[in-house]
């Protein structure tokens, strides 16, 4: 059965999102985490229960950047900090406790299976870092800052 509905798109935040109405949701069986995709020009909300963002999985998103599944973190955050620090599977976890510890070593065996090219972007990362620093440092708003003493 199709059913549709108008709603409107609202602030939430410093987001936006759509309200939607109990019974659709109801309807949908849509509650607690969801995945969404774009097919062609149409939004797909489906359920994903538990099990589905905890499994550990790295997926690419649409500009083929590896995430953990069931979450917004990037692999090579999650590389860079472990790199970084030093930090063990385990205090990844830690410092990251929405994390399952099967994501943290799903991340990291992705890392250990793809590892020169996420060193390659790490290392790209870095190098843009520093341009932006290096023009920063004659920047106006930092003559303006030095000029107060506040730098």
Not at 57 to 81: H, S, Y
Request: net charge neutral.
């Amino acid at each position: 059965m199709n059913t549709s509905t108008r709603s409107k798109i609202v602030k939430i935040g410093n987001s936006r999102g759509v309200r939607i109405p109990r019974a659709l949701l109801e309807q949908a069986r849509l509650e607690g985490d969801v995945e969404m995709s774009l097919q062609g020009d149409r939004l797909v909300i489906r359920s994903i229960s538990p099990s589905d963002s905890a499994t550990g999985e790295v997926l690419l998103d649409d500009r083929n950047v590896p995430m953990i599944a069931g979450t917004t973190l990037k692999v090579i955050q999650l590389v860079i900090e472990h790199l970084t620090y030093g930090w063990s599977p385990e205090e990844l976890k830690y410092q990251h406790p929405y994390l399952s510890l099967g994501q943290v070593y799903s991340a990291l065996a992705y890392y250990w299976n793809h590892q020169e090219e996420i060193e390659q972007e790490i290392e790209r990362q870095s190098h843009a870092v520093e341009q932006l620093r290096r023009a920063s440092l004659h920047s106006r708003a930092r003559s303006t800052l030095k000029a107060q003493g506040m730098l």
